[in-house]
């Protein structure tokens, strides 16, 4: 995928922009060995490292794989992706191989590796399943990424929570960084503005299954808005601080529907809950949660 020296770097290291700049010219950014120009383009298997602190950190530029994904929708323009738990979107410096985009190199290498992100619109977290939507021309990619800036494109998600929700709400709070952890995200007041509205499907004894509308796309959005609520989202590793259902091993969330303009006219993709998902909803409704048999194991 054709990239800026710097635009991939910030995402890959995931450092500042000014940090980046900082490196590029203390020449401790190297491309293939060589220091090199925040604007030189990079492509497939070149290499890029980052000195700091006297190690070496390596990073390589995105490479075709052959990992399996379902295509729930397709035509010449777009594709929609249900995803797999466990499968990374996009490279990053703790997965630098197995992901999404990685697949979609293998499969659509001409059309993807000139389009920013590989065509990727919008992204999910790796724990969580479901939806995503992948343009395959720019013409199509720049139409898709403003109906995200326009709120147009619906994005529902499920999410099972731990505690009991009486009503629907929306949920109005600004998300930003961990002060000490970076691999969370907080409520605070210099954050990014993040909006998620949500309604109650179904209550239980002591837990509640929602959906969700997101108005904004910040990280880890729901799971953070949910927590600030006190209704954490079933077997959440980061926001959860009990571990309830230990064979449940991800987030119970999953992105069920996409509402989008193509070209002029509404498309709406649906997929079900993953077979996981059922099986914790169904011990929730027998109100057998903590006591779950080898029958009922979690896959």
Request: some cysteine; aromatic content about 6%; charged content about 30%.
């Amino acid at each position: 995928m054709i990239m800026r020296l710097d635009k991939a770097s910030r995402e890959l290291f995931n450092i500042t922009r000014e940090k980046i700049k900082n490196f590029i010219n203390n020449r401790k950014l190297l491309l293939d060995g060589y220091p090199a120009k925040p604007k030189t383009k990079i492509n497939l298997c070149q290499c890029i490292v980052l000195l700091s602190k006297g190690c070496k950190d390596y990073e390589k530029v995105l490479k075709p794989e052959d990992i399996k994904i379902y295509i729930i929708y397709e035509d010449k323009d777009l594709m929609i992706i249900n995803k797999n738990h466990g499968l990374v979107v996009h490279p990053s410096k703790g997965n630098i191989k197995g992901s999404l985009v990685n697949a979609l190199l293998i499969m659509y290498h001409t059309e993807l590796i000139k389009l920013p992100r590989a065509g990727l619109v919008h992204r999910i977290d790796k724990e969580t399943s479901g939806l995503l939507l992948i343009a395959k021309t720019l013409v199509t990619y720049k139409k898709l990424i403003k109906q995200i800036k326009d709120k147009s494109i619906i994005r529902e998600y499920d999410a099972l929570l731990i505690g009991k929700l009486f009503s629907g709400g929306c949920i109005k709070a600004q998300i930003g960084r961990h002060f000490k952890n970076r691999k969370r995200k907080i409520v605070r007041s210099d954050g990014k503005l993040a909006i998620t509205h949500y309604r109650v499907i179904e209550r239980f004894k002591s837990h509640t299954y929602i959906r969700c509308w997101l108005e904004t796309g910040r990280t880890h959005q729901i799971r953070v808005h949910m927590e600030y609520i006190n209704r954490s989202v079933i077997g959440d590793s980061i926001y959860l601080k009990k571990k309830i259902l230990p064979n449940f091993k991800r987030q119970a969330l999953h992105a069920h529907c996409l509402i989008f303009k193509h070209p002029s006219k509404k498309i709406k993709i649906q997929v079900k809950m993953p077979k996981d998902m059922k099986i914790l909803l169904l011990l929730l409704r027998n109100n057998n949660i903590y006591t779950m048999s080898k029958k009922h194991k979690m896959v």
